[in-house]
């Protein structure tokens, strides 16, 4: 996903530093989005044939 909207409100360091959270997606979205399960994602990404970051738990 690729987040358009540029925040006037946010100062540039600040920007630089918060991760934009609508260019990420879950496991499972990725899952749904490839028709794999989310098994499979981890193993790819495990792998290095995708691309991950970790985030950590969201609450």
């Known amino acids: 996903m690729i987040n358009l ?3 006037r409100f946010l100062s540039p360091i ?4 918060m991760p934009d959270l609508a260019e990420f997606m879950t496991t499972q979205e ?3 989005k490839m ?3 989310a098994m499979s994602v981890r193993h790819l ?4 044939k995708l691309k ?3 985030l950590g738990v969201l609450c």
Request: hydrophobic letters at 35%; aromatic letters at 10%; charged letters at 30%.
């Open 45 to 48: 990404v495990y792998k290095k």
């Open 14 to 17: 600040i920007q630089n530093i």
């Open 5 to 7: 909207r540029k925040s």
């Open 52 to 54: 991950a970051s970790d």
């Open 30 to 32: 990725a899952a749904r």
């Open 35 to 37: 028709g794999f399960t």
